[in-house]
């Protein structure tokens, strides 16, 4: 994928690794726990510490009993550090005894569907808002360095309870930093668009409409969303547990996508497949799939048709690292010391949003993504 330009912020095919290791302060090599290591960036990255190396004890927790051991079992010969624990973010108490010697914490547990906030609107908060708080809580009072909460686009001027959860987990991560880092545990968050590859993913439903001879189904041609492979948010989030110093809400630079653009390249890259013969012989080429989709409109529970990396007043605060693919927001005001070095950034002071031209991704280019999900 070619380096694209927009309004002086960088989009990169690739984010850069920023860790090869956590060192402990007292030598020796990182020791992790991951919540919600079950799901897809919990697996992404298992696989970047693997090719990494260097982690010596990796706690992973999830509150699902089977896919935990089906974990446990797939990753017992070469992560064999890797320990699956039951435990629910919302127990401050079970977290405790989890993060209980570990020297970082990626809190990657949440409920993200949107429908969740329409019929379950309770138990969205209590997981992404109360969960992260108890998670933070727990981390500090048994001496974790370094945590780092993982948030979405969904969470900038949001228009739905899951996006207004992780904002408020946002908030309470970057403002937790005024009594967890005098203790010496720093809390940043890293905030990205959406992940290629991830389970429930729009290639994802997409594929298996077309792989049952149905017509893809379409919210809204108009929509945009920023893109990024699920391999490039695990380093990301690797590499801002390596750059925090408390406080930031780290935000790559990511293309994004047109939604037709996107179905167009689906349906290329599943007709392609040796697999996918007899379910795409309907169809001819990419565009009768698009002549052939159903618009059923926005999601209830409040959808966007394009989406924000920045607020409209963070880019008076954020930088840009051109460097290493990614801007730093900087928390509006702290009580806690911290040095945040801004040498060799520049102000960013524009916004950052899915709908801008250039930073749509061809159909080649997508196709080409695509082929690296399974």
Not at 14 to 40: D, E, K, M, N, Q
Not at 58 to 65: A, K, L, P
Not at 205 to 217: D, H, K
């Amino acid at each position: 994928m070619p380096e694209v330009r927009s309004v002086g912020l960088e989009v990169r095919a690739h984010v850069p690794p920023g860790l090869h290791a956590v060192v402990h302060p007292g030598g020796g090599f990182v020791r992790i726990a991951i919540t919600g290591v079950t799901g897809s960036l919990g697996a992404a990255l298992l696989l970047e510490l693997e090719r990494r190396g260097g982690a010596s004890r990796i706690v992973g927790v999830s509150r699902d009993e089977v896919k935990s051991g089906d974990l446990d079992e797939r990753w017992g010969a070469c992560l064999p550090q890797l320990r699956c624990q039951l435990g629910d973010v919302r127990d401050a108490e079970r977290m405790e005894e989890l993060f209980r010697g570990c020297d970082v914490v990626v809190h990657a547990a949440a409920l993200k569907r949107v429908g969740h906030s329409v019929y379950s609107p309770g138990e969205v908060l209590k997981t992404n808002v109360l969960g992260t708080m108890a998670v933070v809580r727990a981390a500090t009072e048994v001496g974790v360095g370094r945590v780092v909460v993982v948030s979405s686009d969904k969470a900038v001027e949001p228009t739905n309870l899951y996006g207004v959860s992780k904002a408020a987990a946002e908030t309470y991560a970057v403002q937790a930093n005024s009594y967890s880092l005098p203790r010496g545990t720093r809390v940043s968050c890293v905030r990205y668009g959406n992940v290629l590859g991830s389970r429930g993913s729009v290639p994802h439903v997409w594929r298996a409409q077309l792989a049952r001879g149905e017509a893809p189904t379409v919210t809204d041609w108009r929509m945009t969303r920023f893109i990024v492979e699920l391999r490039d948010a695990a380093a990301f989030v690797l590499g801002a547990l390596d750059a925090m110093e408390g406080g930031e809400v780290f935000v790559p630079l990511l293309p994004a996508a047109k939604l037709r653009t996107l179905l167009r390249a689906v349906a290329r890259e599943w007709r392609d497949r040796p697999t996918s013969a007899d379910s795409m012989r309907w169809f001819a080429d990419a565009s009768m799939v698009e002549t052939r989709a159903v618009v059923t409109g926005l999601r209830p529970g409040g959808e966007k048709l394009h989406e924000s990396l920045l607020s409209r007043e963070e880019p008076g605060r954020a930088w840009l690292d051109s460097g290493r693919g990614r801007v730093v927001v900087l928390p509006t005001h702290h009580s806690w010391r911290a040095a945040y070095d801004t040498a060799g950034f520049d102000p960013v002071g524009q916004a950052y949003t899915s709908d801008a031209p250039v930073r749509w991704l061809g159909e080649d280019e997508l196709v080409e993504m695509l082929g690296r999900v399974p």
